[in-house]
C-alpha cells in the first residue's frame, strides 16, 4: 500500500537510511563491473580505444532514454522504480559473468542505470525538503562515493586474482541491491495519470528541459554539473592509460586505487559543501571547479604515485564542493516546475551528452595516438576555462 512521508521529518531518518543502503550497492556494483569489465576487454585482446567506447554505449542509454525515464519515475513509487532498475543492472552482470558480449552486457547495466537515477535522486525530494535537501544530497554522494572507493579498488583488486571471480561478486552486489531497495517503503506516485503516448512524452520532456533552461538557477546547475560528469568519466579513463605510461605499472588495481583517491575527496568536498553552502549560496562553489582543471593539468605532470594519490584527492574534495550544491539546487528548483524526476531526468540527458562529446573527443586523441600527459593536461585547461566563463556568465 502506498503511503506519503512527511518531509519534515528527521535527516537520517528509516526511510532516508533504507535510500542510502540500497544506493550504496547500486553504485558498488556500478563500478566494480565497470573495472571488471575493461580487464574483459583486456583480456580478450581488445584495442585500447575500445575501453572508452563500451562506457559511451553505457552513457548512450542515459541519452535515448531520458525523455522517459523521468516520467517513469514520477509516475510510480520511486522506491519501486528503482528495484526494478537494479534487476535489469544483476541482469547486465550476468551476461558478461556467462561469457557473453561485454558490450551487451554493459549496455543492459546502462540501461538500468538511466532508469534509477531520477528516482534515487527524485525520492529525496520526498522524504526530505529545504535546506535539509543539501544535507540529503552530501549523504547520497557521501554513500555514492565509498561504494565508488571500495567498489572500484574491488573490481580491480579481484580481476587481478580471479577474473570469473569480480564478476560474481558484481552479480552478487546489484542482488543486494535489489533486496535493499524492497525496505524503501512505496511512497505516493509524485504526479499519476500522465500520457504514455510516445509523442506526448518526447513533448513533455522537450517542455521541461525548456522549461528547466529559461529559468537562470536551474540553466546554471544543468550546465555546472554535465561539464563536472563529462570531464570526470573522461578522467577515470585517462587514469587507465596514464598510469602505465607516467609510473609504468601495468596491472589492474593501480588505477583503481587512483580512483578511490577521488572517491575519498569527494566525500570530503560533499561534507565541506553541506557545512558552508546553502540553496541562497550556491555559487560559493564555483571557484572550486575552476581548480579542478587546473589539478588536473597538475595531475597529468605528476610521475610520482604519493603525488598523484595526494592530487586526485584534491581534485576529489574540489569536485564535491562543487556538485553536491548544483544538484540540490536543481532538485528543488525542479520539484516545484516540472517534477523531481523529471528535472533529473533533463539533467542526465545534458550530462551525459557532455560524456559522450568529451569521451568522444578522447577516443579520437587515442586513435591519433596522442600521449596521455598532453591529453590530460589540454582537459584541465578546457575544463577550468569553461568553468571560469560560466561562473562570469552567472554574475552578469
Known sequence: MSQAVNPDSPLLSRNMMAVIVAQFFSAFGDN??????????????????????????????YIVLAPFVGQMADSFAKGRVMMFANSLKLLGALIICFG???????TLVGIGAASYSPAKYGILTEITS??????????????????ILLGSVAGGI??????????????????????ANIFIPK????RPGQSWHFAAMLRSFADSGLLLW???????????????????????????????VALGITDNKTPT????????????????????????????????????????VVFSLQTSLLNAYLVLMVIGALGGFFVVPLNALLQERGKDSVGAGNAIAVQNFGENIAMLVMLGLYTIAIKLGAPAVATGIGFGAIFAVAIALLWWKSRR
Not at 100 to 106: A, E, W
Not at 227 to 239: C, K, N
Open 32 to 61: 566494480a563491473l565497470l573495472f571488471a569489465t575493461l580487464a574483459v576487454l583486456k583480456s580478450q585482446l581488445y584495442p585500447d580505444w575500445s575501453q572508452p567506447i563500451l562506457q559511451m554505449m553505457f552513457v548512450a542509454t
Open 214 to 244: 529559461r529559468n537562470g538557477e536551474t540553466r546554471f546547475s544543468l550546465l555546472g554539473t554535465s561539464m563536472f560528469w563529462g570531464a570526470g568519466v573522461t578522467l577515470r579513463f585517462l587514469l587507465v592509460l596514464w598510469v602505465p
Open 158 to 179: 579481484l580481476a587481478d586474482w580471479n577474473l570469473l571471480a569480480a564478476l560474481i561478486v558484481c552479480a552478487l552486489t546489484y542482488a543486494l541491491a535489489v533486496v
Open 257 to 296: 586505487t587512483l580512483n578511490a583517491m577521488v572517491a575519498i575527496g569527494i566525500v570530503i568536498g560533499a561534507a565541506a559543501a553541506a557545512k558552508l553552502v546553502t540553496l541562497q549560496t550556491v555559487r560559493r562553489c564555483m571557484p572550486a571547479g575552476i581548480l579542478i582543471g587546473v589539478m588536473v
Open 100 to 106: 557473453f558480449n561485454p558490450f551487451l552486457g554493459y
Open 130 to 147: 529545504g535546506e535539509r535537501l543539501v544535507k540529503a544530497n552530501g549523504l547520497m554522494e557521501s554513500s555514492t562515493i565509498a561504494a
Open 187 to 190: 511512497l505516493l506516485a509524485a
